[in-house]
C-alpha cells in the first residue's frame, strides 16, 4: 500500500501556544488529504478534507479558525492547531487518497499533549 | 452511506483463522465494503475492500453475501500482531470514511 507519513509523531505544548502538523504522502500523488482526531477509547472522528490548492471542507462542528489546515501541494498537508488548550489533547491522524490508489491510506498519528 | 454493525469484541486464538462479521443490510448498489484496522495508537491500516464478489490478497479474505447485506473478513492464521480494532465501512467511491466502533479483536496464545 501506500504510505503517508506525519511529523511530529508526538508533541507536548504549554497552553495557548500553537501546534503545526505535517502529513506527507511519499510514493503518491494526494488530491485529497483528511485530518481526524481520535480521543482514548473512542473512534476515529473526521475534522476535515482537504483538495490541494483549495480551501479544506470542515465538519459540523470543528472551529475553521482553531483548527488551520493547508494544502499546498500534493504531497503535504498541514494542520495548525491554534491557541492550544487541555482540550484540544488528541490523536490527530491523516489521510491522503490520489490518482491511482484504491482507497485513502492513513499516517501513523501524531499524539498532542496540551499542558 | 450506509451504516455497518459489528460485534463489539471478539477473542480468537493465535494460529487459527479468525472471522469478523459485519451487517450492512442498507447497503446500496454503488457501495463497496471497506475493512480497516488500527492497532493500539497507530494509525488504521487498509486491510482490503470489495464490491460484490469475494476479495483475497495477502492480509485476509473478504466474503461478501450474494445479497451484500453481509460480510465477513477472514484473518487465515491469527497472530498476536492481529491484535487490533477492526473497522468495516461501507462507502460510494469518492466518499468519505466514517469510522464506527468497529470490532476490538484479541488474539490470545
Known amino acids: 500500500g501506500a504510505v503517508v507519513s506525519q511529523h511530529p509523531s508526538w508533541v507536548i505544548c504549554k497552553s495557548g501556544t500553537s501546534v503545526k502538523i505535517e502529513c506527507r504522502s511519499l510514493?503518491?500523488?494526494?488530491?485529497?488529504m483528511f485530518w481526524y482526531r481520535q480521543f482514548p477509547k473512542q473512534s476515529l472522528m473526521l475534522m476535515a478534507t482537504s483538495n490541494e490548492g483549495s480551501k479544506a471542507t470542515y465538519e459540523q462542528g470543528v472551529e475553521k479558525d482553531k483548527f488551520l489546515i493547508n494544502h499546498a501541494s500534493l504531497t503535504l498537508s498541514t494542520l495548525t492547531v491554534t491557541s492550544a488548550h487541555p482540550e484540544d489533547s488528541s490523536f490527530y491522524i491523516c489521510s491522503a487518497d490520489g490518482q491511482g490508489q484504491e482507497t485513502q491510506y492513513f499516517g501513523p498519528g501524531t499524539r498532542l499533549l496540551v499542558l | 452511506d450506509a451504516k455497518t454493525t459489528q460485534p463489539p469484541s471478539m477473542d480468537c486464538a493465535e494460529g487459527r483463522a479468525a472471522n469478523l462479521p459485519c451487517n450492512h443490510s442498507t447497503i446500496s448498489g454503488n457501495e463497496y465494503v471497506y475493512w480497516y484496522r488500527q492497532i493500539h495508537s497507530q494509525g488504521p491500516q487498509y486491510i482490503i475492500h470489495?464490491?460484490?464478489n469475494n476479495e483475497t490478497n495477502e492480509m485476509a479474505s473478504l466474503i461478501i453475501t450474494e445479497d451484500r447485506k453481509s460480510s465477513t473478513l477472514i484473518l487465515p492464521h491469527a497472530t498476536l500482531r492481529d491484535t487490533a480494532v477492526y473497522y468495516c465501512i461501507v462507502k460510494a467511491a469518492g466518499n468519505k470514511l466514517t469510522f464506527g466502533g468497529g470490532t476490538r479483536v484479541l488474539v490470545k496464545p
Open positions: 510514493d503518491f500523488q494526494a488530491t485529497t
Open positions: 470489495g464490491l460484490k
